[in-house]
């Protein structure tokens, strides 16, 4: 099998010829395009990963100001005109250029909410959750639907789906009532949205540091997804608990993305791997990789291949 074939396999929940393996981290968000498709290039060539994750490191913001809570209803959200947006997809189009497409190829999107945040900041927006959800909701919204157009057109480019950050469930920000009408609302219209356009998606499961990246997974049981990712170490729910809870679909993670695979010796990555190998019932519907991002100084590719190679030894 070639990465494309295995990727594949697991993604049907197949049993590919050997574990394949995804790592990722983030870029300087000043890099023009050509730097940053030649950043994706070198961790991708370099660190032998089986998957192209490509980062949204370009953020678009938001011009409406918010002075009272009926400004969130006056909240507009560019579509495919935007130059982020069109940054964004000349980023995909030059990997996919570039590799010839070997791999399957993962756009990074947030979902709207978050997205709502990266302009007016997390103090704002959770301060509106509580005294004006309604308001809150209708700016959400408005950012979806754009962002619904956004996905489609990465997935008509060429990307093969969507790599999905899923936020806001840590445990104490919201109730599940108010997350699902808050946070399962709008991230639910772009992910139909990539799914349409015929994407197969990463679900990640993302926890914030003020609340010691926690998070809830349970709470994305109903949530559309090919394959599905969460940090063990912050849950303390393992891969296997995991995969029995998301009802036996393929599963991605298992390894600390602060720990050897930052900073340990080769010795320690092959044995945190073979660890996480052995902590599975089955290798189909697997893919090696960390909690999260791998996060830190001093990330290296040399590092990244290291657990690679112990995921592609076990054939």
């Known amino acids: ?79 495919k005109e935007s130059k982020v947006y069109q940054d964004l997809l000349a980023v995909v189009k030059g990997i996919l250029d570039a590799t010839g497409h070997d791999a399957f190829t993962f756009q990074t999107m947030y979902g709207p909410l978050k997205t709502l945040t990266q302009t007016y900041g997390y103090d704002m927006v959770m301060h509106y959750a509580k005294e004006d959800p309604d308001a809150l909701l209708a700016a959400e919204m408005a950012v979806a639907e754009s962002q619904a157009e956004w996905a489609a057109g990465f997935i008509e480019a060429g990307a093969d789906g969507l790599f ?23 991230d639910l219209v772009l992910l139909s949205a990539a799914e349409k356009a015929g994407g197969r998606n990463i679900l990640h499961i993302c926890g914030e540091p003020d609340y010691d990246f926690h998070s809830t997974p349970e709470w994305y049981t109903g949530y559309p997804f090919a394959i599905v990712n969460w940090s063990v170490k912050d849950t ?38 073979e660890s996480v190998i052995a902590g599975i019932e089955r290798t189909s519907g697997f893919m090696l990789g960390a909690d999260c991002t791998i996060q830190g100084e001093g990330i290296e590719n040399r590092r990244i291949r290291v657990a690679v190679e112990t995921a592609h030894a076990h054939v």
């Open 236 to 273: 303390g729910i393992s891969l296997q608990q995991g995969r029995v809870m998301f009802g036996d679909k393929p599963i991605l993670g298992g390894m600390n993305n602060r720990g050897n695979i930052l900073k340990g010796s080769d010795a320690e990555i092959q044995e945190e791997a």
């Open 164 to 186: 999905f950050s899923g936020q806001f469930s840590e445990p104490g920000r919201f109730t599940h009532e108010e997350f699902e009408k808050l946070v399962t609302a709008g």
């Open 1 to 79: 099998m070639n990465r494309y074939e295995r990727v594949k396999a697991v993604l049907d929940n197949g049993t590919p010829d050997r574990i394949p393996a995804g790592f990722w981290y983030h870029y300087d968000s000043s890099f023009d395009v050509p730097k940053m498709i030649d950043c994706h290039l070198r961790t991708f060539r370099e660190s032998g990963v089986d998957v192209c994750k490509i980062m949204q490191e370009y953020i678009q913001h938001i011009d409406q100001p918010i002075t009272t809570a009926s400004d969130w209803r006056k909240v507009t959200f560019p579509g």
